[in-house]
């Protein structure tokens, strides 16, 4: 195998590469798995498909600014003197949106979600400057803010990822075998790093997916004990600082399953429970984030207006990738890569969209 340098992301490039579809037979692929995945997962969860946006207004402060380092994408709507953003993601969008369809506790929504992230520098096979997820939320009532109520819901999209792979190695017979184990294993970011203090957040996922083939890691954005956390989460959707057992914290995480074809583990979903009054004031005083509490989503949450959820995204292209046995995201959707990547996989047999 080898791996090659593209604008500071590694580029792996597996030796006797050969997809099991052509290009005809994998978009013919791309539909059917969304369409079932989407029939399936809004099945699952109660879910209702609804219309979202694109972009959506600066001032609001209803975009996704994910770590908080990533820049959107901007423009002018010069017919109303309004700065827009492209989305990033619709964390904030949904919840406002489960108030104004009416929807009620155990019922929600999901979309599709489709973003432009200019500031991705680690170009390779899993990333990409275009995003497409599926988005999701549903309410939850007050007791339900607690980590049994993650895991119940965890379980329940791992079943949908499952009963889809399924289906698709039936459809598709010149596919290997079903990768994804019978069950998913959770394990806190705390436990993690206990297991493998002296590797990094990557790889300590790498070694535990390697070891359990689908892993979900729960509490993702308080620092733990080396003063880091596991990954960067916004003050201002999921909940990662209430404490839940153990003195663990965190009611949110991520869905990684491992991948033998890149020999590595990969994120298919980001979710959690979403802050309530308390959980954002204190994320929000943690990262000096305070002035967003006059910004008009974060006043909703504040006085009570919105509804407590659940939620989070799931990757369309990389569950296809997974499906499909591909190694590149390229394979699966149409983006922008530099020449000398598309040079570099073409003659590993790696055609990009």
């Not at 967003?292 to 949450?301: A, D, M, R, S, V």
């Amino acid at each position: 195998m080898k791996n090659s340098q593209f604008n500071n992301g590694q580029l792996y490039l597996p030796n006797d590469y050969h997809p099991f579809l052509d290009l005809r037979e994998t978009e013919e692929a791309i539909k059917f798995i969304k369409s079932l995945f989407q029939d399936k997962f809004s099945a699952e969860l109660n879910l209702h498909r609804i219309s979202a946006p694109i972009f959506v207004s600066k001032s609001s402060g209803i975009n996704d600014y994910l770590s908080g380092t990533e820049r959107p994408v901007q423009f002018n709507i010069s017919s109303i003197n309004e700065q827009a953003e492209v989305v990033q993601s619709l964390a904030k969008w949904k919840r406002q949106a489960l108030k104004d369809y009416g929807f009620i506790s155990g019922e929600g929504l999901y979309t599709d979600m489709n973003a432009i992230r200019p500031d991705e520098t680690a170009l390779d096979n899993l990333h990409s400057v275009y995003v497409d997820q599926w988005d999701w939320e549903r309410i939850i009532a007050e007791n339900e803010r607690k980590l049994a109520v993650l895991e119940y819901i965890v379980k329940k999209i791992y079943r949908v990822l499952k009963k889809v792979e399924h289906s698709v190695c039936r459809k598709y017979s010149q596919l290997p075998r079903e990768l994804l184990p019978e069950n998913i294993t959770f394990i806190h970011s705390e436990e993690l790093e206990a297991l493998y203090p002296d590797l990094a957040p990557r790889e300590r996922e790498n070694r535990i997916c390697k070891e359990k083939g689908a892993v979900f890691v729960i509490g993702i954005g308080a620092d733990l004990k080396s003063g880091k956390p596991h990954d960067a989460r916004a003050t201002d959707y999921d909940d990662w600082i209430t404490e839940t057992e153990n003195g663990y914290r965190g009611l949110n995480g991520d869905i990684l399953i491992w991948y033998p074809l890149m020999n590595s583990a990969i994120e298919l979903s980001s979710m959690g429970i979403r802050v309530d009054k308390n959980a954002l004031l204190r994320q929000l005083a943690l990262k000096n984030e305070d002035y967003k509490k006059e910004f008009p989503f974060h006043k909703g949450i504040l006085n009570n207006e919105l509804p407590l959820s659940i939620g989070g995204g799931i990757g369309q292209s990389r569950l296809c990738m997974l499906y499909l046995r591909k190694c590149h995201i390229g394979e699966v959707q149409a983006s922008i890569w530099p020449m000398d990547m598309i040079e570099a996989c073409r003659q590993k047999n790696i055609m990009l969209l």
